[in-house]
């Protein structure tokens, strides 16, 4: 496979009675973008089951790091899945688990403890109870437009979209949501320049009035907004944020589920700001597509106990073995390879925007990448749905992201040519827009 073909009308036969199956025995509440049935995949590209070849921009919500089936992470999955897949690290410590968890601590120079778990939303479960568990202290914050999970605890941080959160209250109380630093489309009215240190004065003023910022334990944050639009914050207001919490004892976590293994061109995305978080919370990207979290925490906060926390498959031998896989290929070169194809990329639909007025923000780091579709005044919801749908038909996986963006989370390995081809693709969508 080596270019997008769509060789039958979407979605071809085979897709189709998949997708009438599906209606008869699968919950409601999957979403389904556009009707892609995949059957195997190579490299950066997935073909379905009606034989259709589609470049992959999506990575299965930005997982699958080094693409489908990539001969490394394959080898070391057959030979773990040989000797063991499971026999519970919450009880008995085991290769290749325990050395991956000296290879994480390790990327932050030492001083951190690791917990494992299957998914993002439990590796955001067990920060949220450590933060509970080390401080005591009621409250956290999250921002708006942030997603940090779908199970009951991380929902009550999430808060990208209502529908998310509608019909499943009560949520967890002592959360308070404080508005995200959204540039392009800046709250309280503020201008691009200062909607920092607006937000820090809101916070200010939150602590001065309603909040006792001795009561609030730990705050959740993404770097990069992902579900919620790939929003970046402004310069300099991570740093801000930062300083504040260090004031008032808050812990800060890092929400790295998206962000991080890779994907912004370094390992955190927090490197890029200089910055340390107090816990970080891994998935997506960590084990190219094999499931598992990872927590790491810093060892002054590694307070609880033998047994208050734990799971059945978390740290699983199959998964950590995909992930020392991953972090070979990370470390051999797909970190700066993510950094120079996501250059290209961004400068290639920058140079887009100028030629189509209704791209009003293109923005991103490594390959994440949003584009915005809309004015800071207007959201076009309808035309990046239009251009997620054309993409799809002409052959490019993309997905939405927040109200108005389109995203762009390809496998890290994509070369510059294939990043051309997906380039080419989103030209004639725009075009035809
Ligand atoms: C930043 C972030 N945190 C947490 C999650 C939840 O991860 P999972 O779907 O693996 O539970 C996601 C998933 O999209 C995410 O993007």
Not at 149 to 170: E, I, M, N, V, W
Not at 176 to 192: D, E, L, Q, S
Not at 415 to 432: D, Q, R
């Amino acid at each position: 496979m080596r270019q997008p073909l769509v060789r039958t009308p979407l979605p071809g036969p085979r897709a189709q009675a998949a997708l009438a199956r599906e209606k008869g025995v699968l919950s409601p509440s999957y979403i389904r973008p556009y009707p892609l049935v995949p059957a195997r995949g190579e490299g950066v590209f997935l073909e379905d089951v009606d034989g259709n070849v589609f470049l992959d921009f999506m990575a299965g919500i930005a997982v699958n790091t080094t693409g489908y089936a990539h001969p490394k992470v394959v080898e070391a999955v057959e030979a773990q899945a040989r000797r063991f897949a499971h026999v519970c690290f919450s009880d008995f410590t085991h290769e290749p688990t325990l050395s991956l968890a000296e290879r994480l601590v390790g990327r932050l120079g030492g001083r951190y403890r690791v917990f494992f778990g299957n998914s993002g939303t439990e590796g955001i479960e067990a920060a949220l109870k450590l933060v509970r568990y080390h401080t005591r202290r009621p409250y956290v914050l999250a921002f708006t437009g942030s997603f940090h999970g779908r199970s009951l605890g991380s929902l009550s941080l999430t808060s990208s979209q209502a529908k998310y959160r509608k019909g499943f209250a009560p949520l967890l109380p002592g959360v308070v949501h404080i508005p995200f630093p959204n540039p392009f489309r800046p709250p309280f009215g503020a201008g691009k320049e200062e909607v920092g240190e607006r937000v820090l004065a809101h916070l200010e003023h939150l602590f001065r009035t309603t909040l006792p910022p001795e009561e609030v334990g730990g705050i959740f944050l993404e770097p990069i907004q992902g579900e919620g639009g790939y929003i970046l914050p402004p310069p300099g207001f991570l740093e801000g944020l930062w300083q504040l919490a260090r004031r008032h004892g808050i812990l800060l976590v890092a929400d790295e589920v998206q962000t991080g293994a890779g994907r912004t061109g370094r390992f955190f995305a927090l490197e890029h700001e200089g910055l340390e978080a107090d816990i970080y919370v891994l998935a997506k990207g960590l084990a190219s597509g094999y499931p598992l979290s990872a927590v790491l925490f810093r060892e002054e906060i590694a307070s609880w106990p033998s047994g208050a926390h734990g799971t059945t498959f978390g740290g699983q031998a199959v998964s950590a073995a995909a992930a020392h896989a991953t972090l070979d290929l990370l470390e051999g070169g797909l970190m700066e390879n993510a950094a120079r194809v996501g250059a290209f990329l961004l400068e290639g639909l920058k140079e887009m925007q100028a030629r189509f007025p209704f791209l009003g923000d293109v923005r991103g780091r490594g390959l994440m990448i949003g584009v915005d579709f809309g004015s800071p005044e207007e959201e076009r919801p309808d035309l990046r749905d239009k251009a997620v749908e054309l993409a799809f038909q002409k052959g490019l996986l993309t997905l939405p992201a927040g109200p108005s963006a389109l995203r762009i989370a390809p496998p890290l390995i994509l070369t510059k040519e294939e990043a051309g081809m997906g380039l080419s693709i989103l030209e004639e969508v725009f075009k035809s827009l």
